[in-house]
Every structure is written in structure tokens, then in C-alpha cells.
């Protein structure tokens, strides 16, 4: 049985604990993170024509993800996605909740497809302690995809995010009437805000729901 | 279905340790976004007819819920002059219990019945009225710088006419209560001791209500109603202005002044109040400051209430409250008063609601204790 040279060992475990250098990067290093939303809220409000009346409503049940990517000077998310679904959404009105459910997000057929915001690629600059962006990309509302911009502030510790959001929503581009009842009628645009907290997964085949 | 059904036969037998207030006022719905009373009623001081919207939320928010649908009917069309004529019948039956010290238990039953009416006019007038018939007086605790209430079978709590100058700006003119901050119309709250002669402290008056997308303001002016005793009709102004600090309707924060002039003494009141609104719960307070003058003593007197509210609506139907009170009046009519009270109101259809009250009430200064409890059942029609 022949035994290798000393100098080819010595070579060999060289090259790789290199190898094995390049793969113990920490956070804050170009790493690709997958990222899981794991608890949070979105909330809507839309005036109406009366002074005195606001309509809001929230879901606690925001899933979603993305791919993330720290450059040292920003954050920068890819294949970013947040889901609705349209039952989880409340105004504290069960009726009110049935009638926003039949005008706003039911298709011609009676189904009601999730609420479905995605961006390919935001970069997120740092900005004081945490990081701030406009994500732009596509909102989906009873399947009908439109153009969506949401203001992003992202506050990182580790692997753990906090991240809020606020953008607006105008139903005339959807096609969707504004919603009547008895004389009291919503305003075209719907103020959306997002605050969400995710984390790290630890496997990059993670998926991102 | 038989949880629902056990829920109501627990409210009914909860009658012993449950009261009732009056339930034409919901400032409580503030935890929904409606910060003022204009959104269900016709009239923005609220108190009259609901309006069609106000009837939807009124159905969609009871125990039977659904979809509230105008009947129409050759009837219904005459009764309403073609939807001009919104029109009720309320009759409310209220039974108290109470038991302070020193004194033999007291039991009342007072019910009373409500006609109100609000008849859109042409040209943007409307006239509002409310008609009541009582058993017996509605009246509020004896306060000794105030003559006593009179007890009245018929009173006309509400005569207005109402004229609409823009979507923004109204004004009212007649008989009604004076603006107030939270707008709890519960006769025997302390914050009601302001009023010369309570429940029926309906004096004449010329307001106008200026609203906007954040704020709100109702200045007066009053003069005597009409059934004041000798020396105590009092004429003066004052106003409430309301801001919604978030800009959505769920946190609205008040003042409020009245100056008020009278031969047998004057009084200026200045008072704060909030109205505050998470979904499922919220918070209501005020906090007004008296100076009273009477001819019958030297000096002026202070008198100060405090009203705080913390309501939680485990149902859309179903509102449950703790309140705080208290009451202090210097000298020459030193008096302080603190209480609290646990209310319980279900709403079991849009005809049909029960409400349930408990209340502990302390004289700081004798340090004697009194206790009520009081059971509502408040039925009205709809149409």
C-alpha cells in the first residue's frame, strides 16, 4: 500500500480549509439568506364620503418571503412575495366583511384568489440603523395583476427582521367600483400598511411561503 | 345556535347584577371608525331616527344579524312620504334596584315611550322632533346648589329645525340638549350635573355644526327652555370642538365651554373629553370644571366630574363596560362623590335590546357606600 507525501497532504488540507473559509461567511457578508415572514399584520383604511367615517381592516395572516442579500452597504431582496388570503381579512363588521369579500375580491366565477404582492429584485439601502426602500412590483387583487410600489423599513438584528411597510392602493385600476351601502361610499384609494417580522431559514431550498 | 341561545339566557338571568342606560347613543361604535353620530343618524347631535346606513350597521351589528332591506309598501311609502318622514316608536323599560345605607331598598320601574321624527324638507331644511311620555320623572340625583327636578308625563326632549348649508355645515335651531363631549346621555351620570335641571335640561338654541375630514366644531348660543323654576332660566353660548388626532377617526380628543347667565346665579363651565377607538375595545372620558355662582352665598364654587368608560365588544352584539365616576363640589355645597359601574348591553335584533348595569357608588365625605343594579329592555320599530 503506497501512502501519500506529506507535502500533498499538507497541499491538500490547505486548499481545504480555504474552501471551508469561504463558506463561514457571518451576517452583513454576501450570503444569500432565504428570509420566511413569521408573524405579522396588514391593515387596510379607505375614507368614505362621510366626515366622520372610516372603514379598516387587518389580517393577521401574512405569509410570504424573499431571497436576501447583504452587500455591506444595503440589503438586497430578490423573489420578494407577501400573500393575503382573502377570508383573513376583518373590519370588525362580519356583514361588512361578506360584502368587501363579494365587490372587492370575488371573480365573475365566485372565487376569491389570495391577495398577492411579488418584486423580483429591491435594493434596500442602509439608512441610519436599519434600511429603507421602495419596493416596486405587482399587487394582485381577484387575480388581475397591477404595478405596486410599498415604502419598505427594514430593521435588522441577525438573523431576525421587523419590517413595516406603507403604500396605497387605487381600485379604479383593478376595474373594481367603489363600495356603496345605503349612501355611505369609499374613496378610490385604499391606504395599505405592512408590519411583519421575519428570519433567517436555515436552508437556502427553503421555501419561501 | 344553542350557544347563542344559552349567551341570552345568561344575560336575562344575569338581571340581578346587571343595569341598564339609555341606548339611543353609541359613541362606543368610535372602535369601528365612526367617530361621530352623523354616519347612522340624521341629525349630527345624534339622538333621532336612524338613517338608512344606520339601520344596516343597527341589523348587521345584533345578535340575529344580516342584511338590513327597506321595506316598501304602499304603506310604508304614505308613512314616509316617499322616504321623506324617518319615524320610530322606542319604548323603553328600565328596572332599577337600589340599596343605600341608612335607607329602606328602593325598587323603580319607569318605562317611557319615544316618538321621534325626522322629516327632510325641500330646499336642505329638516325638522326634528322627539316626543316622550313617562311614567314617572327621569330625573337626576337631588344636588342641593340646583332646585330639584319636576316630574313631566309628556316632554318634548327635541324640537329642531335643521337647515343644511353645505356637505360641511349645518345649522339647527329649537329645543334640545346643549352639546356635550362624549355624548353618554345617562340622566344620572355625574357629568350631567352641570345641566340646571337634568334629563329635562332641553333649553332654546341656535348651533351649528362645522365638520371636516379632522375635526369638528359646535358653537351655541341658548336661552331659557322653558321650564325652568323662577330665577334659574338661564341664557349664555359656549361651543365643543373635536380633533381626530390620527386622522382615522378612532382617537378624537375635545373641548368644551359654556358661559351661561342666570338671575339666581351664573356659571362657566370649561370641560375635555376623548373618544377612543382599537376594534373590539376602546376608551370614552371627560372631565368637566364648573364655577358656579349662587345669590344665596357669597362666593363662587367649584364643582368637577370626571366620566371614564373602557368598553370591550367580545361580539359584534355584545358590549361590556367599566365605568369610573366621581364628583366633587367645594365649599359652601362640599359634596364628593366616586362610583363605578359594570354595564352589559346586548343587542338582540334591530327591534330589540337589553341591557344590564351594576353600580357602587361612595359619598366620600359621610363614607357611605349605596349600590343599585338595573335591568333595560329597549324595543323600537322598524321599517
Known amino acids: 500500500m503506497r501512502y501519500p507525501k506529506a507535502g500533498f497532504v499538507f497541499l491538500a488540507l490547505t486548499i481545504l480549509m480555504a474552501v471551508g ?109 436599519g434600511y429603507a426602500c421602495s419596493a416596486a412590483g405587482n399587487l394582485a387583487i381577484r387575480g388581475t395583476s397591477r404595478p405596486f410600489t410599498i415604502e419598505l423599513k427594514v430593521a435588522r438584528n441577525g438573523e431576525a427582521f421587523h419590517v413595516t411597510g406603507d403604500g396605497k392602493v387605487t381600485l379604479s385600476t383593478y376595474g373594481i367600483e367603489r363600495p356603496s351601502q345605503f349612501g355611505v361610499r369609499t374613496e378610490d384609494e385604499v391606504k395599505i400598511h405592512l408590519d411583519v417580522k421575519a428570519r433567517g431559514v436555515a436552508t437556502s431550498t427553503a421555501r419561501l411561503r | 345556535m344553542m350557544r347563542r341561545l344559552a349567551l341570552i339566557l345568561a344575560l336575562a338571568l344575569c338581571e340581578a347584577v346587571t343595569v341598564v342606560r339609555p341606548v339611543w347613543s353609541l359613541p362606543t361604535m368610535i372602535r369601528l371608525g365612526y367617530s361621530d353620530c352623523v354616519t347612522c343618524h340624521y341629525a349630527p347631535q345624534g339622538g333621532g331616527p336612524l338613517n338608512e346606513y344606520g339601520k344596516g350597521i343597527d341589523e348587521a351589528q345584533s345578535l340575529r344579524g344580516g342584511e338590513y332591506r327597506p321595506r316598501d309598501s304602499k304603506l310604508v311609502r304614505t308613512l314616509s312620504w316617499d322616504g321623506r318622514i324617518a319615524q320610530d316608536l322606542r319604548l323603553v323599560l328600565p328596572m332599577r334596584w337600589t340599596w343605600a345605607a341608612h335607607e329602606p331598598s328602593d325598587a323603580s320601574f319607569l318605562p317611557r315611550l319615544q316618538y321621534r321624527n325626522y322629516t327632510r324638507l325641500p330646499r336642505g331644511f329638516a325638522a326634528h322632533v322627539t316626543i316622550t311620555g313617562e311614567s314617572d320623572a327621569v330625573r337626576r340625583p337631588d344636588l342641593s346648589y340646583d332646585p330639584p327636578t319636576t316630574s313631566s308625563s309628556a316632554f318634548v326632549n327635541i324640537a329642531l329645525l335643521h337647515y343644511r348649508v353645505s356637505r360641511s355645515i349645518e345649522i339647527a335651531g329649537g329645543r334640545d340638549q346643549l352639546p356635550t363631549g362624549v355624548n353618554v346621555p345617562d340622566p344620572r351620570l355625574f357629568i350631567k350635573s352641570r345641566d340646571r335641571v337634568g334629563y329635562y335640561d332641553t333649553p332654546t338654541q341656535l348651533k351649528v355644526y362645522w365638520a371636516s375630514k379632522r375635526h369638528r366644531v359646535t358653537p351655541f348660543i341658548y336661552g331659557p327652555g322653558g321650564n325652568e323654576k323662577d330665577g334659574e332660566a338661564e341664557s349664555g353660548g359656549g361651543a365643543v370642538a373635536e380633533f381626530d388626532v390620527l386622522s382615522n377617526h378612532r382617537a378624537v380628543i375635545g373641548a368644551s365651554a359654556l358661559r351661561g347667565h342666570a338671575t339666581n346665579g351664573d356659571r362657566r363651565m370649561l370641560g375635555l373629553h376623548a373618544r377612543l377607538g382599537y376594534g373590539p375595545w376602546g376608551i370614552l372620558f371627560q372631565h368637566d370644571i364648573t364655577s358656579r355662582e349662587r345669590d344665596d352665598v357669597p362666593d363662587s364654587f367649584r364643582q368637577q366630574a370626571s366620566y371614564a368608560q373602557v368598553f370591550w365588544a367580545p361580539r359584534e352584539w355584545l358590549v361590556i363596560s367599566g365605568i369610573g365616576e366621581r364628583l366633587s363640589v367645594h365649599d359652601p355645597f362640599e359634596e364628593r362623590l366616586s362610583a363605578g359601574a359594570l354595564d352589559v348591553t346586548a343587542r338582540l335584533t334591530s327591534y330589540a335590546t337589553i341591557g344590564a348595569a351594576a353600580r357602587l357608588q361612595r359619598d366620600v365625605i359621610k363614607d357611605e357606600w349605596s349600590k343599585s343594579f338595573m335591568f333595560q329592555v329597549a324595543l323600537k320599530t322598524v321599517y
Open chain 1, 21 to 129: 473559509a469561504l463558506g463561514a461567511h457571518g451576517p452583513g457578508q454576501s450570503d444569500e439568506l432565504a428570509i420566511q415572514l413569521s408573524d405579522g399584520s396588514v391593515t387596510f383604511e379607505v375614507s368614505t364620503n362621510v366626515f366622520s367615517t372610516t372603514v379598516r381592516g387587518q389580517s393577521n395572516a401574512v405569509t410570504g418571503g424573499t431571497r436576501l442579500r447583504d452587500n455591506g452597504s444595503g440589503l438586497q431582496l430578490q423573489q420578494l412575495e407577501a400573500v393575503v388570503t382573502v377570508g383573513s381579512l376583518k373590519t370588525g363588521i362580519k356583514l361588512r366583511d361578506e360584502h368587501m369579500r363579494k365587490y372587492i375580491f370575488e371573480t365573475p366565477d365566485g372565487q376569491a384568489p389570495d391577495v398577492r404582492f411579488s418584486a423580483d429584485t429591491t435594493e434596500c439601502p442602509k439608512n441610519g440603523a
